[in-house]
């Protein structure tokens, strides 16, 4: 099981995380956008774009859920106990940390799109603008 606290650990290391609350929970933020929160534990909400919520939970339905609240927003829901540390998904949290923090960086910024992969997915987001 992949822990919030090994995320947050990794997150911290990239440009422009930083560590907050959010809710009363603890969260992670580039530039004061929330990246991701701890909802309950073991459930980590995280920004991915509309878009890349149904594709998520379409292509991993174990890992990825919505609540009513959630549909068609910014946020997919994340089973953390399901993400196995020593599979594919060992990377998993990391790669979690590393897209997302990319994704909330540059849906901040006005400019041309570029691709980010999000696991295997690919999603147009706003290039941050120099």
Known sequence: MVTYE????FALTLPGV???TSYGTPAL???GKLLARL???GVLVVRVGADAQEALIAMEPEVYFITPHYAG????LVRLE???ESSHAGTHGRDLARECAEAAGSELCC???RR???????VDLPTPSP
């Open 29 to 31: 933020k580039v530039r």
């Open 39 to 41: 909802r309950e534990e």
């Open 116 to 122: 980010v992969k999000l696991w295997r997915i690919k």
């Open 6 to 9: 090994q995320i947050r650990d």
């Open 111 to 113: 400019g041309k799109t």
């Open 73 to 76: 927003s910014w946020a997919v």
């Open 18 to 20: 930083e560590e907050g």
């Open 82 to 84: 399901v993400i196995e």
